[in-house]
């Protein structure tokens, strides 16, 4: 199954009403439940991020049709929505948090909604739920000089170790957005694995450090959930992309034809 291709769905916020900010990457409440009863239909099993990159690592096989359920940020819809549903299913999941934007001792301010306190973080830690870090205050990770970059993994880092015990494992590039210079200052800061975006199945030819992740959105209906799981809707996608660039390709041919003349 060294070919086998995962499906990591990237959740923010679960909220009836969020904020604007939030709102095109949120999903309701009741989308949440209906997508994780999809995948229970589906005989889907889900993993947390560090189980799927040991079981990589290893060389372990994998379950059958595996799947990761992911949220960044740290709202506190995941405590009080996502969980209740998580937990009917017994599925495990992954939240990736800003340490900074959780509500409590090292908040830093400038989060972009409500969010989790670290007594719910540890409630969710307890049923099941990997807390992986996604920085302290959130910034583009590429943009940063070194000194800057480490001290947002270490502070991260350092508050989670803190507040749940152990030092987080797995890691998720604020916005997606990473280099290589990013990824060697993650590993070297203890994190094993970490989550990209872009819209793909993970792989393990990816590498642990740049895993890619499916978002699901406010407008993500059931059909396209399941296919979007099923690695269906990106082919659609990869297609319509494709077939533009097919045409600007013709465009462009034209054009250099004419001028040509
Ligand atoms: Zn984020």
Known sequence: MTGARVPILMYHAVAADPDD?????????EAFAEQMAVLADGGR??????????????????????????FDDGYEGVHRHALPALAGHGFPATLFVTTGWVRGAHDTGGAPDTMLDWRQVRGLADNG????????????LDQLDDARLRAELTRCRDVVAGELGAPPESFAYPYGYSSRRVRTAVRGQGFAQALAVGNALARRAQGPYALRRVTVRRTTGAEEFERLVDGR????????????????????RTRRLRRTV
């Open 21 to 29: 900010a939030t709102r095109t990457l949120s999903v309701t409440p």
């Open 45 to 70: 099993t889900p993993l947390t991020t560090a189980e799927l990159a040991a079981r990589w690592r290893t060389g372990r096989p994998l379950p059958v049709r595996p799947v990761l359920i992911t």
């Open 129 to 140: 739920v990997e807390i992986g870090g996604h920085s302290h205050t959130h910034p583009q």
């Open 233 to 252: 809707e990106i082919g659609r996608t990869f297609a319509r992309d494709r077939a533009l660039t097919k045409g600007y390709a013709v465009v462009r």
